[in-house]
């Protein structure tokens, strides 16, 4: 079968005008990606839903209209910080927090998948509800500039015995952020929170580079749990 255009004079002017219309469209929202993936950093994902971000509460709006509107209502509010210093603290977010709390750890994974080119979502709005075996806990790096940094932990079985292991599926710290060291403080704290060490907690493979980096910075290579 072929499909041809119609003969008619209007009908191919109209099919014509959507044609543009669609590129029109195309061209824009690839232009909007592009802007938004070169603002945030983030590398080859064009593909990812366009929109922009608050820099503060990483929550993400569809135009630029509702960021403006958003930017003067946006706070980050968390309770009782696991760790301070400086200007900086770190909190936990874990099923007992307020819906606040977890609706800022749910912006925070989602961006951190975003920059991170992370496959799953490592948090999301009643991922507790859906799977509370997992006992998903979120950590929380907060400056006065926003969340600057994550990290997602889970209660997985495992692989090495009977019961299950806390094992950190994602960290991710800002861009503006790295070389700070706030990526080790984040893993450190959020570990020994957890009442461990970080050689007693399994590790979600693959790891970027920098991740490798991290974690090999406190566990020897022979000691390491990965999971998949
Ligand atoms: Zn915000």
Request: include cysteine; charge should be positive.
């Amino acid at each position: 079968m072929r499909l041809d255009y119609p003969s008619g004079l209007l009908a191919r002017a109209l099919l014509y005008l959507w044609d543009a219309v669609l590129a029109a469209w195309v061209v824009l929202r690839t232009i909007v990606r592009a802007i938004s993936a070169a603002l945030y950093n983030i590398p080859g994902r064009l593909t990812m839903r366009a929109g922009w971000y608050c820099p503060r509460c990483l929550k993400l709006h569809p135009t630029l209209l509702h960021k403006v509107y958003h930017r003067k209502r946006c706070s980050v509010a968390l309770s009782a910080p696991i760790h301070a210093w400086e200007e900086s603290a770190i909190y936990l977010v874990s099923a007992a927090s307020p819906y606040a709390e977890r609706e800022l750890a749910a912006q925070a994974s989602r961006f951190a998948q975003l920059e991170t080119n992370y496959e799953d979502p490592t948090y999301y709005l009643g991922a507790e509800a859906a799977m509370p075996e997992l006992q998903h806990r979120v950590y929380l790096l907060v400056n006065p500039q926003g969340i600057r940094g994550y990290a997602a932990y889970l209660y997985l079985p495992n692989s090495r015995g009977p019961g299950r292991r806390w094992s950190l599926r994602l960290v991710w710290v800002s861009h503006r952020e790295r070389h700070r060291g706030l990526g080790a403080r984040l893993l450190v704290e959020s570990v020994k929170h957890l009442g461990l060490e970080p050689k007693d907690i399994a590790y979600a493979v693959p790891f970027s580079r920098e991740g490798y980096r991290l974690v090999s910075r406190f566990v020897k290579p022979e000691e390491l749990i990965m999971i998949s």
